[in-house]
């Protein structure tokens, strides 16, 4: 990681409404070699901050009209101004440090101030500066990695979906029966890793602030159904039974049950959970529930491995995997992590009930609205 120590690169903004100390202050950084601007007043330095952001900004507490804890918190509360370092110039007590922390500050100084001591802080502050600045960068360049990767990856995995949906057709000619099952679990292992790559692509989206909803009434019921109905041949060829209980719904409610939301992200929350259930389970039965009282809610229990007490505290953390051996076949452990961060999106939440041996129950909850 570098970091510039270059002083002349370093933009200091001085905020202080008395002109003799923001001519010590000047003097004093100065001759250090950094580049300071100062201004009187707090509405005139968040303009500056908008207009040129500094990179370390000194601001004196007391001032006429907006004080320094109004500034503070002004600029930690506008999401389009990246982390600015805030030193806070205080000659008041302890109250008035905590107060100005509190609102969003990094460090203060007393008046009348050490001359070493204020370098000292403003160098510890140019550096954490830089250091944040050198975070965001190799975020950003992870996401276009990310991004770019990603892309790539689907590119081959459509075509080569495409061509294994041709073999299994008998489009290049007629293949014995030991051939299409080989080729149904290519296919369905080819369909697997395409998930993970969309949940890679998907997560990544979501952590950058790129992702974006359309929101419609949404009739849950069906789009469950056509979940259950997509995943059953999988379900059959475990020899696992696959069921939707809608019973204690309301004979108004058994058609339709609505949800303000996007359809397609529901959708692969769904799936993920329903296929999840799918997976862990070798013998038994995965039954899928919807009610509601206050809420929505669609519980997905199985008669699987079970998951672990210590593995259900961080289930839903990225890249999150179970150390039970069955789980070796859960792949990228962003699944769950995405379908908390789709359904946080949508006020909804998701809980896991689970023991080994006997199977887990994960319950969604989402907020209805009126169907009319």
Known sequence: MSIINN????????????????????????????????????????????????????????????????????????????????????????????????????????????????????RSLLRLKHSMDEQHKLAEQREDFVSRLTHDLRTPLVAADRMLALFQQEAFGSIPAEMKEAIEIMIRSN?????????????????????????????????????????NPIAIHKNLTLTLNTKELKSSENDQVIVMGDKLELRRVFNNIIANAIKFTDTGNVDIKIFKNTNIIISVTDTGCGIAPDDQETIFERFSQGRNNKHSRSGSGLGLHLSQIILAAHRGTIELSSELGKGSIFTIKLPTVNSD
């Open 7 to 122: 002083n002349q690169n370093n933009r200091i903004l001085a905020v202080d409404d008395v002109q003799d100390n923001l001519i010590i202050v000047e003097m004093l950084l100065e001759s250090e070699g950094y580049e300071i601007e100062s201004v009187s007043d707090g509405e005139t330095a968040l303009q500056r901050v908008l207009e040129s952001p500094p990179h370390l900004i000194l601001l004196d507490i007391m001032m006429p009209g907006m004080d320094g804890y109004e500034v503070t918190r002004r600029i930690r509360n506008n999401p389009e101004i990246k982390f600015i370092p805030i030193l806070l110039i205080t000659a008041f007590d302890e109250s008035s440090v905590v107060e100005g922390l509190d609102a969003g500050a990094d460090d203060f100084i007393r008046k009348p101030f050490d001359t070493d001591e204020l370098l000292a802080r403003v």
């Open 191 to 231: 369909q697997n890793l395409m998930v993970m790559v969309n949940n890679l692509l998907e997560v990544y989206r979501f952590e950058a602030g790129k992702k974006t909803f359309t929101l419609s009434k949404c009739d849950i019921k069906k789009t469950v159904t056509e979940v259950i109905d997509e995943l």
